[in-house]
């Protein structure tokens, strides 16, 4: 299984939990977290980069439930405060 320490920091990864919802992973120097955002659902490759500059940023708990679900990352960093 990959791992997020496997990722650069500054990647950002995006999958969509609904047609119309983006959740968008991004690796940091510190850690990792996780923001969620509407979108039209029309292109999410075009999409994904309003999410993580105006998403919400979600709890840990959370976090960790879309990783391991969706992006299907082991979790082997902190999460970023």
């Avoid at 609904?18 to 039209?40: I, T």
Wanted: positive net charge.
């Amino acid at each position: 299984m990959r791992k997020l320490s496997d990722l650069e920091p500054g990647t950002k990864l995006h999958v969509p939990l609904a047609r119309c919802v983006l959740a968008v992973l991004s690796r940091r120097v510190e850690g990792w977290c996780v923001y969620v955002g509407a979108v039209a659902g029309k292109d999410h490759d075009a999409e994904w980069e309003n999410v993580a500059s105006y998403g919400s940023r979600q709890l840990e708990e959370i976090a960790r439930a879309i990783v391991k679900a969706r992006f299907v990352y082991e979790i082997d960093l902190p999460y970023a405060r």
